[in-house]
């Protein structure tokens, strides 16, 4: 939930380079008014949130520690992100198509303005941190990981 805030001290260490932040749809809520410090700082700062509208490592290790998710839990829904950005002055792409993600993100590193690209992602893969949080509990994990 921290990544907003670190990609825009990147951007003001570094001006001149570029700097993109990719993010959970869960993880940007815990700072997303960090994109109003963007605008008024003008820190032209690329942010691609992955939105699966779920608490994604939360619903993947319930997955593999009770076979299922538990939907009050891990539900976001779909969150206009990129609406928010630009009612605060940014700018803002909803990529629902893998074809229309080169073109947002070129448009958006031309932006000389916070910029955030909603991109619906596919909720079922289970990342290998989502794996690794399970494996605390001392779960049997060889279903989900090849050569385990």
């Known amino acids: 939930g921290c990544g907003l805030p670190y990609a825009h001290a990147a951007k003001l260490l570094y001006p001149q380079k570029r700097v993109c932040l990719v993010t959970g749809d869960g993880s940007i809520g815990f700072n997303f008014m960090e994109f109003e410090t963007a605008v008024r700082k ?44 630009e009612a605060l002055g940014g700018k803002g792409f909803l990529v629902e198509h893998p074809d229309d993600l080169r073109p947002a993100l070129e448009e958006a590193f031309a932006a000389r303005v916070p910029v ?18 399970a494996m605390i509990g001392g779960v049997d994990i060889s279903r989900f990981v090849k050569g385990a």
């Open 116 to 133: 955030c690209l909603n991109v619906a992602t596919d909720p079922k893969p289970i990342s290998p941190g989502s794996i690794g949080l």
């Open 42 to 85: 003008k820190l032209p700062v690329v942010t691609v949130i992955c939105n699966d509208q779920h608490w994604g490592m939360i619903r993947h290790s319930q997955e593999v520690k009770l076979g299922r998710y538990i939907k009050e839990g891990t539900e976001i829904g779909m969150v206009n992100y990129h609406r928010a950005v």
